[in-house]
């Protein structure tokens, strides 16, 4: 979709390096979403922010921190990656109520 | 919080078939969305419907709020329909998080 972007699309990194994945938006929508998708679990909520600087945790938060200064930008923080943050990551945001998502970001901890 | 359950987790169908995909949600909620995941990965809303019945050329929806429970009607499936499918419960008074079921795999064979 135009209007939501996720970068990198693909990353490999090793364990105990931070990883920053980036969510961008050009619609100026309030709320933003972090996901992650393994086999068995469908989505699962990581954290989500409902306007600048406000951020809350989902069901799946350890580990993980994010960070919004900007409207158009929702950034997802791995501190010190895990293999079991091998995983692929979807940014979203609503349009009403409505979900769009980005094209996601597989990301391998080696 | 909400639990969302879907069945069947797997689905083969003859291409012309039907099909019926079910999802059970264990709370009221302010809203239910069916997403397509396509073979690339991509996620499509398809349908955005708190309650009653929604058609979208061969797809089409139903929920039933009072028993907690929505419905994805395929009619003469093609091989374009393969992929997953993902209900997901949504409050409005939870920051419009969407809780997702494990999803129905599908594959239309030709």
């Known amino acids: 979709d135009a209007g939501i972007t996720q970068s990198p699309r693909h990353k490999v990194t090793e364990t105990g390096t931070p990883v920053t994945l980036r969510c961008h938006q050009t619609?100026?929508?309030?709320?933003m979403y972090w996901y992650r998708q393994d086999p068995g679990h469908g989505l699962r909520l990581i954290h989500y922010?409902?306007?600048?600087?406000?951020?809350d945790k989902g069901e799946v938060s350890d580990g993980y921190s994010v960070s919004r200064s900007k409207t158009e930008d929702f950034l997802l923080t791995l501190e010190s990656a895990t293999s079991s943050q091998t995983s692929v990551y979807f940014c979203?945001?609503?349009?009403?109520?409505?979900?769009?998502f980005g094209s996601g970001t597989r990301l391998t901890v080696v | 919080g909400i639990q969302v359950e879907q069945s069947p987790p797997d689905l083969i169908l003859q291409e012309g078939a039907n099909s019926t995909l079910r999802c059970n949600f264990s709370d009221s909620v302010n809203n239910l969305q069916w997403f397509h995941q396509n073979p690339w990965g991509q996620l499509i809303n398809l349908f955005y419907i708190p309650s009653g019945t929604k058609q979208n050329g061969r797809l089409s929806a139903t929920t039933v709020a009072t028993e907690r429970y929505s419905l994805l009607y395929i009619s003469s499936s093609q091989t374009t329909d393969s992929g997953v499918y993902f209900c997901a419960a949504q409050l409005e008074a939870a920051g419009n998080k969407l809780t997702f079921g494990g999803g129905t795999r599908v594959l239309v064979k030709p």
């Open positions: 619609e100026n929508h309030r709320y």
């Open positions: 979203a945001i609503t349009r009403g109520l409505g979900y769009t």
């Open positions: 922010s409902y306007g600048v600087k406000d951020t």
